[in-house]
């Protein structure tokens, strides 16, 4: 069982979703009766205090990735996963749904790119994984992020979509068979009422600064996607 920091946005949109909320300060999120984990911390029961668990250093060539991610890794200065990303990288591998929590700067989209990156398969000239952003920016790093860690995969196609940018050069874009987007929701969802995102071959959707997306508004655009 994991526990996340209360927030009222986030209550709501678990409430709508009756993803069950327990104590007054910590969400246990949970679905269909399974909880998911919430990376990177845990409650100390009975003392309401909240501790980081203490991890064992994890090198990414231990965590059995691909060569091809590994080689990427080593070319952009890393050996060591964060825990953030010891944690959240076998678990999305696996196939479990999860929140992750964790501080800026300790590589949270790496935490969700390498799983991404290792589930889709570059054969499949079809969308396999979304990923949300609450602003254009950040979707425009994120994007950087995954495909530097796919520079030594081939076949494989990531595009950043955002309102701001000619609708028409992404329209082209997509045409072009990419398997992984990374978009703000509003953009997203124009292209999916134009048909130009077809959504049969997702298997894998992450909200990036959800709790940011949720202050944001965007939590009926979520829900739609």
């Given at each position: 069982m994991g526990y996340i920091d209360r927030s009222p946005e986030i209550c709501a949109f678990l409430d709508k979703r009756e993803m069950p909320c327990y104590d007054s300060k910590y969400c246990a999120v949970g679905r269909g009766?399974?909880?998911?984990?919430?990376?990177?911390?845990?409650?100390?029961?009975?003392?309401?205090?909240?501790?980081?668990?203490?991890m064992e250093t994890v090198r990414f060539e231990e965590m059995g990735?691909?060569?091809?991610?590994?080689?990427?890794?080593?070319?952009?200065?890393?050996?060591?996963?964060?825990?953030?990303?010891a944690k959240a990288i076998p678990a999305m591998i696996s196939g479990i749904d999860l929140i992750g929590q964790a501080q800026t700067g300790t590589g949270k989209p790496a935490a969700f790119g390498i799983p991404l990156l290792e589930k889709v398969d570059p054969k499949l000239k079809k969308l396999q994984?979304?990923?949300?952003?609450?602003?254009?920016e950040l979707a425009i790093q994120v994007a950087d992020e995954i495909r530097n860690l796919s520079r030594y995969m081939h076949g494989i196609k990531v595009l950043p979509i955002y309102g701001g940018q000619d609708i028409v050069k992404q329209i082209r874009s997509l045409k072009g068979g990419v398997q992984i987007i990374v978009g703000t929701p509003g953009r997203v969802m124009?292209?999916?009422?134009?048909?130009?995102?077809r959504t049969d071959a997702i298997h894998t959707v992450v909200l990036d600064e959800?709790?940011?997306?949720l202050n944001m508004g965007f939590r009926e655009d979520i829900e739609t996607i």
């Open positions: 009766g399974h909880f998911l984990p919430v990376l990177g911390m845990r409650q100390r029961i009975g003392s309401g205090v909240t501790e980081r668990k203490k990735l691909s060569e091809e991610i590994q080689k990427a890794v080593r070319y952009m200065g890393f050996e060591e996963a964060s825990p953030i990303q994984a979304i990923v949300l952003c609450p602003t254009r124009d292209h999916m009422r134009r048909k130009t995102i959800a709790d940011e997306m």
